[in-house]
């Protein structure tokens, strides 16, 4: 018999494929899609300046990729509100509607790449299918796992890491608690880890699949949806 995950274990394994998929796709959009950051979307302010200064394509896509954001965090988030009225798990389905945007991503990047155009319309439409899946990534981590570390962004979680560093080293953390310290830096070094290998990983697929690297995020997300439970915990 199959024992399934304990409630630990899910708040352990899923945030840290979130991460993989984080760095992942931010890598792989970065690379196919002009500079395009589809996990990481205020990066885009730098690569869209770039864009303009340079005259590079994909400007379009990273004006867009803002309002994408934050349109999608809107509207699954009220989805939520009408899911857990149905008794839904709300966790789970995020996950599977982010499992399908990202498989859908991966056919329009195999069907139309290489994106000669970052602004034309197959790039633009693959651009922002990524962005809405890796936004309903967020808005499920943001609600669903609000102790784990950020699965998109890393620099906070490397400055709190070298923070606690610090104090160790100082013999002291700053509430005394050293167990708690170092518990937290290896939550956090985890998550940074998982991040690092999704871009490394994404770099190494690109640089000998192209387009069809972006079948691996579809795969880490199916694994993340069957670790999610089959009804959600009380929100924290």
Same mark, same amino acid.
């Given at each position: 018999?199959?024992?399934?995950?304990?409630?630990?274990?899910?708040?352990?394994?899923?945030?840290?494929?979130?991460?993989?998929?984080?760095?992942?796709?931010?890598?792989?959009?970065?690379?196919?899609?002009?500079?395009?950051?589809?996990?990481?979307?205020?990066?885009?302010?730098?690569?869209?300046?770039?864009?303009?200064?340079?005259?590079?394509?994909?400007?379009?896509?990273?004006?867009?990729?803002?309002?994408?954001?934050?349109?999608?965090?809107?509207?699954?988030?009220?989805?939520?509100?009408?899911?857990?009225?149905?008794?839904?798990?709300?966790?789970?389905?995020?996950?599977?509607?982010?499992?399908?945007?990202?498989? #859908?991503? *991966?056919? =329009? %990047?195999?069907?139309?790449? $290489?994106? &000669? /155009?970052?602004?034309? +319309?197959?790039?633009?439409?693959?651009?922002?299918?990524?962005?809405?899946?890796?936004?309903?990534?967020?808005?499920?981590?943001?609600?669903?796992?609000?102790?784990?570390?950020?699965?998109?962004?890393?620099?906070?979680?490397?400055?709190?890491?070298?923070?606690?560093?610090?104090?160790?080293?100082?013999?002291?953390?700053?509430?005394?608690?050293?167990?708690?310290?170092?518990?937290?830096?290896?939550?956090?070094?985890?998550?940074?880890?998982?991040?690092?290998?999704?871009?490394?990983?994404?770099?190494?697929?690109?640089?000998?699949?192209?387009?069809?690297?972006?079948?691996?995020?579809? #795969?880490? *997300?199916? =694994? %993340?949806?069957?670790?999610? $439970?089959? &009804? /959600?915990?009380?929100? +924290?």
């Amino acid at each position: 018999m199959v024992s399934l995950p304990t409630t630990r274990a899910i708040e352990r394994r899923i945030p840290l494929l979130l991460s993989i998929n984080g760095g992942y796709v931010d890598t792989t959009s970065f690379l196919a899609l002009h500079g395009l950051f589809a996990a990481h979307v205020t990066g885009n302010f730098v690569t869209l300046g770039a864009a303009l200064v340079l005259g590079t394509s994909g400007t379009l896509v990273k004006l867009l990729a803002l309002p994408m954001f934050c349109a999608v965090i809107i509207a699954a988030h009220l989805l939520s509100f009408a899911l857990r009225r149905r008794g839904i798990a709300v966790l789970r389905t995020m996950l599977l509607l982010k499992l399908i945007l990202l498989f #859908a991503a *991966a056919v =329009l %990047a195999v069907r139309h790449g $290489p994106f &000669a /155009d970052g602004d034309g +319309a197959p790039a633009l439409l693959t651009g922002m299918v990524l962005v809405a899946a890796m936004a309903i990534q967020n808005a499920a981590h943001r609600i669903h796992f609000p102790k784990a570390p950020p699965s998109t962004l890393m620099t906070g979680t490397t400055t709190q890491i070298m923070i606690d560093i610090a104090n160790l080293l100082h013999g002291k953390s700053a509430n005394d608690d050293v167990a708690a310290t170092r518990t937290r830096v290896r939550q956090l070094s985890a998550s940074l880890a998982a991040f690092a290998f999704g871009c490394g990983a994404a770099a190494l697929a690109f640089a000998f699949l192209q387009e069809g690297s972006f079948f691996f995020p579809p #795969a880490v *997300a199916l =694994l %993340a949806y069957l670790f999610a $439970p089959r &009804a /959600d915990a009380a929100p +924290a």
